[in-house]
């Protein structure tokens, strides 16, 4: 029970939470509700005290009146019993509604008797007020709030004067049920008018605010259509007023915006138009070429040594020049939207170990190792062969390329709904948001490092072309001097939506170290 109680509790709690992390009206609202509660507490406080203060003073004032009309009266009773005369005078005084209570007592009394009035219980006098009285002189008063008892009555607050007039002690006890019922009205109606303050404070703040944050939110829709590629999103603008400036200034933006996009896509088609009709223009004379320079390699050994050489360069020339303009045919099959995905039911490690077949030669060269970690059951999905084939041998010859003669870690695992691969090296690693451009067309972390293996410049470009292709990712991730590592993450079955990876993007020994770590500083 209190574990469901706390769950409530938690979810009411982030609902809230967050409902005033995203709202600046409830933030505005909340605020000024906060802030008006506490100058309403505040300011009831302050005026209970003054009313309080008030009300006492003027009753002890009276009850002062009254007690030197009593010490007047003792005076000038003559006689004996001068203490039960003047007291059956002042209670006739007190009249029928019994306006006060009085208690005489005669200090000369061993007995230390008194005379009350009614079935006053003379306990009511507090022994630190009779104390404070029989210290002072004649003529001064002593005053403090107590308790009046009564016979068969509950006790009830009063004011209790007294004052002494030779050996006599006279007091005044003055109910107070009249001043506490006008306290506890005024304390009612300050917290009415405290509380409906507040909320009507609240409520204009909520107006006020309604006012400023309806045109900011159309904004932001308007600015989330836009960046969703509703070019002709704009602002309904009214007024002349600083938020009808902003909507002018939203529509300017957005219109310059709609021009700018206009020309770079107008551009970009130019731009792969030109590379299209060049690749594919390149073609032909590039097989004439290659034909002729395939029968100088031939031949090679016919000629002088110069000759000879030249014909070696001229063939692995001819070879790279042939990989780039495949790589650009494709890059723009992709541009085009024509690239298609021959699926077929395939085992990733079969694809594995065919594309570390061809790399193997190229790792060993550079002094690196290629370790392979597959599964003991095939991993079975919906793929084109030829594109995650060169998905593989891209990823493959990067890590040879830069993993500075280190190991290449080959991982493949798979989950219900997904196949995924990744290629580790520990060579130079990526910086601090190369993980994102590395993907780029003719990127290099390094623009002064030359390659050697003889790479286009597209091989990762395309390679995630080809894993978009298929509905998957193709992720990158690096750290400088730890090495990099990429994933590969496929779905099963052609055409499902790839929800997870089974394999992490971040190395396994990488998240233990950084774990490690954070639980030595936290212990420190």
């Given at each position: 029970?209190?574990?469901?109680?706390?769950?409530i509790v938690d979810g009411l709690w982030r609902r809230s939470y967050v409902r005033w992390r995203r709202s600046i009206q409830v933030r505005v609202v909340t605020s000024t509700l906060l802030i008006s509660t506490i100058v309403a507490v505040v300011l009831g406080v302050f005026l209970?005290?003054?009313?309080?203060?008030?009300?006492?003073?003027?009753?002890a004032e009276a009850a002062s009146q009254q007690l030197n009309e009593g010490l007047g009266i003792l005076k000038r009773t003559p006689g004996d019993s001068v203490a039960e005369k003047v007291a059956k005078e002042l209670a006739a005084r007190s009249g029928p509604s019994g306006l006060y209570e009085v208690y005489l007592r005669d200090t000369r009394e061993k007995t230390n008797g008194g005379v009350p009035t009614n079935d006053l219980d003379p306990a009511s006098i507090p022994r630190r007020l009779a104390t404070a009285l029989s210290e002072a002189p004649d003529g001064d008063k002593v005053w403090t709030i107590?308790?009046?008892?009564?016979?068969?009555?509950?006790?009830?607050?009063?004011?209790?004067?007294?004052?002494?007039?030779?050996?006599?002690?006279?007091?005044?006890?003055?109910?107070?049920?009249?001043?506490q019922k006008t306290i506890s009205i005024v304390q009612r109606t300050l917290v009415g008018v405290g509380v409906a303050l507040a909320l009507l404070l609240a409520a204009i703040a909520s107006v006020v605010t309604r006012q400023i944050v309806i045109p900011v939110r159309l904004a932001a829709q308007s600015a989330e259509r836009l960046a969703a590629g509703r070019l002709e999103e704009r602002m309904k603008v009214r007024g002349e007023d600083d938020l009808a400036k902003l909507g002018r200034s939203f529509n300017d933006m957005a219109e310059t915006l709609q021009e700018k996009i206009y020309e770079l896509e107008t551009l970009s088609q130019v731009q792969r138009q030109f590379v299209s009709d060049v690749s594919h223009e390149l073609r032909t004379p590039l097989t004439t070429m290659k034909i002729a320079a395939d029968m100088l390699y031939e031949h090679r050994e016919d000629f002088q040594a110069g000759v000879s050489r030249s014909t070696e360069l001229l063939q692995s020339?001819?070879?790279?020049?042939?990989?780039?303009?495949?790589?650009?045919?494709?890059?723009?099959?992709?541009?085009?939207?024509?690239a298609t995905l021959d699926a077929e039911s395939l085992d990733l490690r079969e694809l594995v170990l065919n594309a570390v077949g061809d790399v193997e030669d190229v790792a060993?060269?550079?002094?690196?190792?290629?370790?392979?970690?597959?599964?003991?059951?095939?991993?079975?999905?919906?793929?084109?062969?030829?594109?995650?084939?060169?998905?593989?041998?891209?990823?493959?010859?990067n890590a040879v390329e830069h993993g500075e003669g280190g190991?290449?870690?080959?991982?493949?695992?798979?989950?219900?709904?997904?196949?995924?691969?990744?290629?580790?090296?520990?060579?130079?690693?990526?910086?601090?948001?190369?993980?994102?451009?590395?993907?780029?067309?003719?990127?290099?972390?390094?623009?002064?490092?030359?390659?050697?293996?003889?790479?286009?410049?597209?091989?990762?470009?395309?390679?995630?072309?080809?894993?978009?292709?298929?509905?998957?990712?193709?992720?990158?991730?690096g750290e400088p001097g730890v090495g990099s590592q990429f994933r590969l993450s496929l779905p099963r079955t052609a055409g499902t939506e790839l929800r997870g990876s089974p394999l992490p993007l971040v190395p396994a020994e990488v998240e233990l170290n950084r774990t490690i770590i954070t639980d030595l500083e936290a212990a420190e």
């Open positions: 029970m209190k574990t469901t109680l706390r769950r209970m005290q003054q009313i309080t203060t008030a009300l006492l003073d003027g009753k107590g308790e009046l008892s009564r016979q068969y009555h509950d006790p009830e607050p009063a004011l209790i004067i007294g004052g002494k007039d030779g050996p006599y002690e006279l007091y005044y006890l003055f109910p107070l049920d009249q001043e020339q001819m070879e790279r020049f042939e990989s780039l303009l495949s790589d650009l045919l494709e890059i723009s099959r992709h541009d085009a939207g024509a060993e060269r550079r002094g690196s190792k290629v370790v392979l970690k597959l599964p003991g059951e095939a991993c079975m999905a919906e793929v084109d062969r030829r594109r995650v084939a060169r998905i593989l041998r891209n990823l493959l010859f190991d290449i870690v080959v991982t493949v695992a798979a989950d219900r709904d997904a196949v995924a691969l990744a290629v580790r090296d520990h060579g130079t690693g990526l910086r601090p948001g190369d993980a994102q451009q590395v993907f780029d067309r003719f990127w290099r972390a390094d623009p002064s490092r030359a390659r050697t293996i003889g790479g286009t410049g597209l091989g990762l470009s395309i390679s995630r072309e080809d894993a978009q292709l298929h509905g998957g990712w193709l992720q990158a991730w």
